[in-house]
């Protein structure tokens, strides 16, 4: 099980080592938490329990995951279950996703179910009550998103992290900066109830992780309300989170 640390350094939490990092490996970024390389910028996530057998992924659904996945069971993981945030990482998969599943050793696949249009697998509800996130301190919540919906994952894992799935727009790896932006979803009504839901995000959390593009680490809690009050600003005034 240690070969999934072997690249575990200083700079693993910066967006150079993720940029750097070979496609379709998992590559640890911080304690019991990994990144992986998929094709067209995509990029999913792992959490391990803290038996260090558990895994839990997050949108590890696109070409170029496959062996990323294969990998873990071969090392003795077991993987509890995927959850795909929103509707694109949902349909545009490596194979189909009983095939996944079934790549994943069996794992469930869960999503919202305003997002699956797949009625040949049963795709489990990531909104609804589960145990098993629970057992990885996680919570879920739905945004508005130009397609279907998008599901924010919040952990209480290493003083919190936030899985943000297509709901923010982060900066390419080849750009210059760190920006995180509310991306328009071609629908007023909408981008109002996307700025809605992120100005009444209240979750403590040191680490922010995008669907596309930069990650974001080891936040002060005045970045942490700088950014939400960001993602939930509108062209209206006072546009600001009313809980921060």
Do not use: C
Not at 16 to 33: A, H, S, V
Not at 152 to 179: K, L
């Amino acid at each position: 099980m240690k070969s999934v640390d072997k690249r575990e350094v200083i700079s693993s939490q910066s967006a150079e080592f993720i940029q750097q990092g070979e496609e379709g490996k998992f590559l640890k970024m911080i304690p019991d938490t990994f990144i992986i390389k998929m094709e067209d910028g995509a990029q999913g996530y792992a959490i391990r329990h803290l038996n260090r057998q558990d895994m839990l992924l997050i949108d590890t659904t696109g070409k170029g995951a496959e062996k990323g996945i294969k990998h873990l069971i071969e090392e003795g993981y077991k993987i509890k279950g995927i959850l795909v945030t929103h509707k694109k990482a949902l349909q545009n998969t490596y194979a189909p996703l009983k095939q996944i599943s079934e790549d994943a050793g069996g794992a469930p696949i869960y999503s919202h179910p305003v997002n699956n249009s797949d009625r040949s697998f049963n795709v489990r509800d990531i909104i609804g009550k589960n145990d098993l996130f629970d057992n990885f301190s996680i919570s879920v919540k739905d945004f508005p998103s130009a397609s279907g919906e998008t599901a924010v994952i919040h952990s209480e894992i290493n003083e919190g992290m936030i899985f943000a799935g297509n709901s923010v727009i982060a900066t390419p790896y080849d750009a210059e900066g760190e920006e995180l932006k509310r991306p328009d979803s071609g629908s007023e009504n909408k981008n109002m109830g996307l700025a809605e839901n992120w100005r009444s995000y209240v979750r403590e959390f040191r680490y922010f992780f995008p669907y596309k593009g930069k990650p974001r680490f080891n936040l002060s809690e005045g970045q942490q309300k700088d950014l939400i009050v960001k993602l939930g600003s509108t062209d209206n005034p006072g546009g600001v989170n009313p809980n921060l």
